[in-house]
């Protein structure tokens, strides 16, 4: 019986070291307070189909309260921490992604118990691209006395790309603001490219250059008196 209780001590000896020691950890995490916590993540959209898009605002946080051990939430490394939505099998449509305590990145031992939004409304569509003309955005008044005859781009149009539905219904791009406040002359000037609708950017001719040219204000001549 000596024998058989002594035979392979030292690997009984290391199974009981072991076995004392997760005792004392899961001891240790039942005694240990209890605490909640309230982080502002950031919230990812991932796995977008390819030749899609995002035509909707999304927010750009969530808000989600965590409980767990405080060692474990003392040890949270909050800038670390995201929300995640995936969009694997998404097609064009707009649709509600839950927001679930899976799809927040906390350790095991740490419970996510509250998430705000819930929820994210996500509209997908696809890409499309488009040659729109450009109108340049002026600002002011001429000198006095003075007009915008015409105005001259060069390139003429840019090329854009962006949520088809969207694109659909543009039919110019305009420039940054452009000012001809106190122009008595004819000048020229370089100016940005601007997509002012939401997902749609520029992808050529984001700078061009815009001839302004002022003239005189024509008065109408007075009529000749009769013989």
Known sequence: MGRVLFRNLGTKLLALAIALLVWFVLSGQRRERISERSYRIPLSVVNIPPRTIIASPIPAAADVRVRGPFTALRQLEPEKLEAVIDLLG?????????????DINVPPEVEVITISPDEVRIALDTIAERYLPIVPKLTGEAAPGQQVVDWLVEPRVAHVLGPSV??????????????????GATFSTPATVLA?????????????????RIGPILTPSPAKGGP
């Open 90 to 102: 998404a097609v064009p449509g707009e649709k509600a992604y839950p927001l679930a305590p899976e």
């Open 166 to 183: 969207r694109l659909s219904k543009m039919t110019s791009v305009t420039t940054d603001p452009i000012s001809i406040a106190g122009r």
């Open 196 to 212: 002012e609708a939401p997902g749609v950017r520029v992808r050529e001719a984001q700078v061009v250059t815009v001839t302004v």
